[in-house]
């Protein structure tokens, strides 16, 4: 199986294959459903991750009951700036199975796909979509090579390197200082619970799907994430599309804070907005070609006892 003449560049495959009839008559059910209820019965540790295309992502966690999936639209939409069909696609599985973004794999290069370096470049657009690899829910994978910027193109039938290609110390560094810090937060990203997709309205006040941004947590563990994939700068606000407030969860109304403060301690950003125009207009925000800001959020909050003087 496939039907002979079927197997396209595999030779065996056609000079093996069988009909579709014969082939029922030997499987007649789900070879990997089978496969993953016995998995799990004899190998409960094993982690199953699936390789699915023609985004039938759902298909193999929701009716397979794999572990995982790799997330192939990530790395293609990305790098073909497909923003629209990708905010579609999140919006899409927030709204219907957020559970399978925490199951999924992201990745920006495989053994079947060029090299990280060469879809993405070694500047600010692949640390851009490095940070949001690190910040997006499910797992985050590194290809070989990815984070010491090797350019050559690797493969699993390859005993060794056929170029010279040495480390990029710069780009390991700039890991060290960018993407680090953010897989050690993994348990504040990884999941979905309190997840949510926020807007970006341009200074024009349409909605741009250039920009990904959502947030994630509550209270101390609040980030919001921001991606602009474009190559130009762009400003507008972030408004939470569920219509959540940014000034409540982060706990600044209960604490009497007038501000909120947003800091991304990686690249020394901070944002800072009263709570009044952050509830009526949004968090204004700008963002750099390719940046990713990840911030945590924190309360301005009044001197001690002012609150209680004003009740008094």
Known sequence: FPAPGAGGAVPSRSEHGMSEEAFEEL??????????????????????????????????VTE?????VYNSAFMHMLRERENALFQRLLRNTVARAPELLRRSVNFLTTPDE?????QFGRGDRYFGACALLAA????????????????????????????????????????????????????LFAGVDGLALLDFIGVDGVRWDEVFT?????????????????????????????????????????????????????????????????????????????QALVLAVEADLPPVGTAATEEE
């Not at 059910?29 to 992502?57: H, K, N, T, Y």
């Not at 050559?152 to 810090?181: N, T």
């Open 214 to 290: 959502w947030r994630t947590g509550r209270g101390e563990d609040l980030r919001l994430v921001a991606y602009n994939n474009s190559d130009q700068a762009v400003e507008g606000t972030l408004r939470d599309a569920g219509g959540g407030s940014l000034a409540s969860l982060s706990g600044a109304e209960a604490a009497g804070a007038e501000t909120l403060t947003l800091r991304d301690e990686r690249l020394d950003v901070e944002l800072t907005c009263p709570l009044d125009r952050l509830r009526s207009e949004g968090l204004p925000i700008r963002l750099e070609a390719w």
């Open 114 to 118: 060029a090299s990280a370096a060469e």
């Open 27 to 60: 499987v007649p059910g789900e070879f990997w459903r089978e496969v993953v209820e016995r998995v799990a019965s004899e190998a409960p540790d094993c982690l199953l991750i699936a390789e699915a295309f023609w985004l039938m992502e759902p298909f193999f």
């Open 136 to 187: 997006m829910p499910g797992t985050p994978l590194f290809g070989h090579g990815q984070i010491e910027g090797l350019g050559e193109k690797y493969g699993m039938e390859f005993r060794r390197a056929r170029s010279d290609d040495p480390p990029h110390r710069d780009l390991v560094e700039r890991h060290r200082r960018e993407i680090v810090p953010l897989l050690a937060e993994r348990h």
């Open 64 to 68: 397979l009951g794999m572990d995982r």
